[in-house]
């Protein structure tokens, strides 16, 4: 699907208000169970495939290799990975089981949030949120016995989606910084997105090898944190990522 038909087709979606709800479960006694899991266009972030490669314990080359597609968003250059889907007859994920889903834990957050889509832009206090209700011909979570009222940020919370949008808004803000100055990155910089940002074991060593905890101010602290915990890597290479860009980063600067 490409980005034109993507966005008709969110913009067909009814919009869930703030406040507003909507009825729905998913047991795996429903006759739909795992129909959504088929024929999927599953965008992974960078968050995405932190959890799901370090779910696996597979190194992050191994993982991209064998279970993504590489792509770029067109306005901006970064680099999107997609998940493979199985090539059976019913090109379905990779990951499920028909007990479910075999990494739910560590599930993708586009997985989390539905029967529900969201939209983000930039605001003047951060990122405006917009939340679409996905109602899908196959699915009988609105209609199922013990199916209850939620409002999105209840389905959120419930889900677990919310850490999944905190790492995801930062990747989607400095995509559309990048759109924004008109200049989309180069193969080259969006190779070095792609290692910075999905390949943090990779970026790891390069962040030794280059020495680049000595080109910035740095505590000591978020030094360790970098080399040991995945999602203050992360949060590193998002800065490091808009400072090599830009030059400026909001969480980093130059020593």
């Given amino acids: 699907m490409d980005a034109q038909?993507?966005?008709?087709?969110?913009?067909?979606?009814?919009?869930?208000?703030?406040?507003?709800?909507?009825?729905?479960?998913?047991?795996?006694?429903?006759?739909?169970?795992?129909?959504?899991?088929?024929?999927?266009?599953?965008?992974?972030?960078?968050?995405d495939v932190l959890r799901m490669r370090r779910r696996l314990g597979m190194p992050s080359g191994q993982f991209l290799n064998q279970m993504a597609k590489l792509k770029s968003f067109p306005d901006s250059g970064l680099p999107i990975a997609m998940l493979k889907m199985r090539p059976d007859l019913d090109e379905s994920c990779p990951f499920v089981t028909p007990a479910g889903c075999e990494i739910y834990d560590d599930r993708p957050g586009a997985c989390r949030c539905y029967p529900l889509g969201r939209g983000t832009s930039p605001s003047p206090n951060g990122i405006a949120e917009r939340h679409y209700l996905v109602q899908e011909a196959h699915c009988q979570g609105f209609s199922a016995k013990g199916a209850r009222d939620w409002t999105a940020q209840e389905w959120f919370e419930h889900e677990g989606v919310l850490p999944y949008n905190q790492a995801n808004d930062r990747y989607m803000r400095l995509s559309a910084m990048v759109a924004a100055s008109g200049r989309p990155l180069d193969q080259k910089l969006s190779n070095m997105c792609m290692l910075c940002c999905y390949q943090l074991d990779k970026f790891r060593e390069l962040v030794v090898r280059m020495k680049i905890f000595s080109r910035?101010?740095?505590?000591?602290?978020?030094?360790?944190?970098?080399?040991?915990?995945?999602?203050?890597?992360?949060?590193?290479?998002?800065?490091?990522?808009?400072?090599?860009?830009?030059g400026r980063s909001e969480g980093l600067e130059k020593a």
């Fill in 5 to 47: 038909r993507a966005q008709d087709y969110v913009d067909s979606l009814p919009v869930l208000e703030e406040g507003q709800t909507f009825c729905f479960e998913c047991t795996p006694d429903a006759a739909c169970f795992n129909r959504c899991c088929r024929q999927l266009t599953l965008p992974l972030t960078p968050y």
């Fill in 216 to 246: 910035v101010n740095i505590s000591e602290e978020r030094r360790q944190a970098v080399m040991e915990q995945d999602e203050a890597c992360l949060d590193f290479a998002l800065d490091w990522m808009e400072l090599v860009i830009f």
